[in-house]
């Protein structure tokens, strides 16, 4: 007896009767409404926005009455590799200001995101967004979203400038071709006009003082532009690559090289790890199957680092990916969206026979791996020679949000940055921001408009803040379940008091923390992940890694924010004592493992307890 097959989950109906992408998105736009349906609020994710609910000013406002949502959206933009140029973030921060709640975050994905935006406000913003010719077309949703790359702006051989252009051909090939988002947002509402803007040379793939790279094209143009674009009256080739359901779930890219592996690329769907010789790139791993989202509750769900599938060579990158891209499209799961993502399709398939799917929609075998692997990882911060005479500046953005405090001006300065040296724009994948293309004589002027903000130097945080990170969570993400942001530099204030009185303030460890399980700032392949389980309580994971190709383990369960500082406290006691030489925090705990860990640092409070 045959199984039958099983019915698709809500959201697969929506997007097959959403006529590619559309729904009532422009009709519930002027409904005079502060929301947007279930449906269109699912298929606006593709569109590149949130649909979100202030919980605390929901609250607030009703004085603890019958609770009415707040709506608001979250608006991100997609940016392949980070690059853009110093009037595109001025735009974005201009944004954040008119319509927004004051503030633009850089993502750990190298995109950036508005918040705080209303419904009334949403079409002029994506709007003014493609008018810079930045796109939030696929920042969301079940489709390709931004591609990642180290946004290093070195010179001195090919290599960089290679993988940044194969970003920006991988986003733009693997772009949704549904028209959709052109007559949505790139229309006069009122009129119906075209106005697909922005054809001046000021692109999302330009690099330094707004120099267009020779493959750059507005995301919107190759949308509109493209004979499979248009609906042809039958709808067959509207998506070539996605079809009428798209993907099952989200799917990310991310390249990266063997001896800097910025972006962590073994958390993506899709990996490609140049493998160079002789300072140039011979050919790309393809890694597979990553991901960090998990609900506890369900234990068919995991977090996963990708798997190594196969080595080829640079003109084979395209097709290659289209064709991991297809095999999730034809055989991920769309009845349950819990385990929709890659990993549980290779987790069923199994490798070889996802391989070898690959391999047939490709149409030829694919080799193994070649053996290099990751072995190094820089974050660029500080100053750095490009090797063209010019240097670039990476400056530390905790959390990556960008606002003015009273006592850190950063908005300002980026501001005077921008509009006085004009410097070409990075966002790294641990939320900071590169400043490339600076001439020497600029060094000692960028320095001192950050100093004068009241904006720490690199050189000037601790090595725990450097290397931390966390998502946005409570109160504005609808599935954080308790506080990272705001919280996080509370805790690293007091970490950093316990590591320096034990003389370990040099070494170096990721600290990432999420308010929920589904680990958008990455926190199950650290040193030290603290993951939101219930309000105010965090697990605690250990043994992951700075290099990010190892899943860590649970430490400690449901620990209270005021308890997580102390509780990591004796851990590293046992470290400074019992580590190897040269052994990290998290070799260090993956090599004594969960039951050593806990027994040693039991006796350690027991010890405490009686002095």
Avoid at 219 to 235: D, I
């Amino acid at each position: 007896m045959t199984d039958e097959p099983k019915k698709p989950s809500a959201v697969e109906t929506v997007k097959l009767q959403s006529n590619y992408l559309r729904g009532t998105i422009r009709e519930e736009l002027v409904d005079g409404n502060s929301s947007f349906s279930k449906g269109n609020s699912q298929l606006l994710k593709h569109h590149g926005t949130y649909q979100q609910d202030d919980r605390e000013a929901r609250t607030h406002r009703e004085g603890g009455g019958k609770s009415i949502k707040s709506y608001m959206f979250m608006v991100r933009t997609r940016i392949p590799g980070g690059k853009l140029t110093s009037d595109q973030l001025l735009a974005e921060i201009d944004l954040g200001d008119e319509v927004g709640n004051g503030t633009l975050r850089i993502t750990s994905r190298q995109g950036l995101q508005l918040h705080g935006v209303v419904k009334s406000n949403l079409h002029q913003v994506i709007h003014r967004i493609n008018e810079v010719q930045l796109t939030t077309l696929a920042a969301c949703g079940d489709v390709e979203r931004n591609v990642m790359c180290c946004p290093a702006p070195h010179h001195n051989d090919s290599v960089h400038d290679e993988m940044q252009r194969l970003a920006d051909q991988v986003a733009n090939h693997l772009a949704p071709r549904t028209r959709a988002y052109h007559e949505i947002w790139l229309r006069d509402p009122d009129t119906g006009e075209d106005h697909l803007v922005g054809g001046g040379k000021d692109s999302a793939q330009a690099g330094g003082n707004g120099q267009l790279h020779e493959h750059a094209q507005h995301p919107a143009e190759v949308q509109a532009s493209s004979p499979a674009g248009g609906n042809n009256g039958n709808g067959e080739a509207v998506e070539p690559i996605y079809g009428k359901l798209y993907l099952p779930r989200k799917f990310k890219t991310g390249i990266a090289l063997c001896g800097d592996n910025c972006i962590d690329v073994y958390a993506n769907d899709l990996g490609l790890l140049a493998i160079c010789e002789d300072f140039r790139i011979i050919g790309y791993n393809v890694l597979v199957g990553g991901g960090m989202g998990v609900v506890p509750s369900a234990t068919k769900t995991f977090p996963a680092v990708a798997q190594r599938m196969a080595f080829v060579r640079p003109e084979q990158v395209i097709d290659v990916a289209t064709a991991v891209v297809k095999v999730q499209r034809d055989f991920g799961n769309r009845s349950d969206r819990k385990i929709a993502r890659l990993k549980y399709t290779i987790h069923t398939m199994g490798l070889a026979a996802f391989k070898a799917k690959v391999e047939e929609y490709y149409g030829q075998k694919l080799p193994d791996p070649h053996p290099d692997d990751v072995r190094g990882f820089d974050d660029h911060l500080g100053w750095h020679e490009q090797g063209d005479g010019r240097w670039f500046y990476g400056l530390n953005v905790e959390n990556g949000r960008i606002v003015d405090t009273d006592t850190v001006r950063l908005k300002s300065a980026l501001r005077e940055i921008c509009r006085t040296h004009r410097p070409g724009i990075r966002a790294t994948a641990h939320q900071s921001l590169l400043f490339t293309d600076i001439a020497p004589a600029d060094r000692a002027a960028i320095e001192a408009i950050l100093h004068r903000h009241g904006v720490k130097l690199s050189h000037q945080i601790s090595n725990v803040r450097r290397w931390s990170m966390a998502c946005v969570a409570w109160p504005t993400c609808g599935l954080a379940i308790t506080e990272a942001e705001r919280v996080l530099p509370g805790m690293i204030d007091h970490l950093e008091v316990e590591l320096a009185k034990l003389g370990l303030a040099g070494d170096t460890f990721t600290l990432r923390m999420t308010g929920c399980p589904n680990g958008c700032a990455r926190p199950y392949n650290c040193d030290i992940g603290l993951v939101g389980r219930a309000l105010d309580k965090y697990t605690i994971f250990v043994g992951g890694r700075l290099l990010g190709d190892r899943l860590n383990f649970i430490y400690k369960d449901m620990v209270p924010s005021a308890e997580v500082v102390p509780t990591l406290v004796p851990l590293f006691v046992y470290f400074k004592h019992a580590r190897n030489d040269g052994e990290t925090f998290g070799d260090f705990c993956l090599r004594r493992g969960a039951v050593d860990l806990l027994a040693w640092t039991a006796n350690y409070a027991t010890q405490a307890a009686g002095t």
